[in-house]
């Protein structure tokens, strides 16, 4: 195995499997949000809100995964896990962004009396977004399978 002597990003893997678990909420929201902004003629309010919800929710989603399951490791672990975890957290920043753009456009819209005719482009980076958030959460868990087989960044 490579050394590396430089500060490294690593993965709790216990933790960070926990945040995972628990965070139940983050995906209700997520599945409100669709049927909400996926429905023929949704409440503009409505949406507004669930968008908000959401954004919140995946902020506090990246809040505890950064302050439980990712830290700077120590100088030992393998470089290819402290790149990845270094990349996924790193993409927190396009995610949250892309949420809450979502929500400023929509609340613009909504105070434009305009928002009804954006629903479906709301509803499509909406989609965009879920599948972006499964795919870097699928990642980070394989991050967690990778950090256990190596048996570094388990915590106690
Ligand atoms: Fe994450």
Redesign the pocket.
């Known amino acids: 195995m490579l050394l590396t002597a430089k500060a490294t990003v690593t993965v709790n893997a216990a933790f960070m499997q926990e945040i995972k678990e628990v965070h139940q909420d983050l995906w209700q929201c997520m599945d409100r949000a669709l049927t909400i902004c996926g429905m023929h003629e949704p409440n503009p309010s409505h949406i507004v809100t669930i968008l908000a919800d959401l954004r919140d929710q995946v902020a506090l989603?990246?809040a505890l995964?950064?302050a439980y399951?990712y830290f700077e490791g120590p100088a030992h672990v393998a470089p290819r896990l402290c790149e990845k975890a270094d990349r996924?957290?790193s993409?927190?920043a396009a995610?949250y962004g892309a949420a809450s753009d979502l929500v400023e456009d929509a609340d613009e819209w909504h105070h434009q009396r305009a928002l009804l005719h954006h629903c479906r482009h709301i509803y499509d980076r909406l989609q965009t977004f879920h599948v972006d958030l499964r795919r870097?959460?699928t990642r980070?868990s394989e991050l967690v399978l990778a950090a256990y087989g190596d048996d570094i960044g388990v915590g106690d």
């Open positions: 989603h990246f995964e950064e399951g996924l957290r993409e927190h995610l870097h959460e980070e």
